[in-house]
């Protein structure tokens, strides 16, 4: 099941992402040990795949990309997200309604 951290003092959740760069199309491909799994046509180069990602869920949870951020993992395929404006329950729906 995935997990989404709620932080209500911050009005922000947090949640892992497990990124999958190079696919045929950009889409939430469900989860895999409770992180958000991830498929992007962008590279692994160049930062491209992590501008990509911010811009992907900004699009999918309806906020501006200024409010997607990454806490870790810019080099790695496992990433710490953080989504501001955005209840952990919000999240949930629209994640759902993509997939």
């Known amino acids: 099941m995935l997990r989404i951290e709620p932080h209500p003092d911050t009005g922000s959740a947090t949640s892992d992402a497990r ?17 958000l799994r991830v498929r992007l046509q962008a590279p692994a180069l160049e930062d491209r795949a992590n501008q990509a990602l911010v811009e992907f869920l900004a699009r999918v949870l309806r906020t501006p990309k200024s409010a997607v951020r990454l806490l870790s993992g810019e080099r790695s395929r496992n990433k710490r997200v953080e989504v501001r ?10 994640l759902i309604e993509e997939s």
Do not use: M, T
Not at 19 to 35: H, V, W, Y
Not at 85 to 94: F, P
């Open 85 to 94: 404006g955005v209840s952990a329950r919000e999240i949930e729906l629209l």
């Open 19 to 35: 990124l999958q760069p190079r696919a045929s199309k950009n889409e939430i491909a469900g989860e895999i040990d409770g992180a």
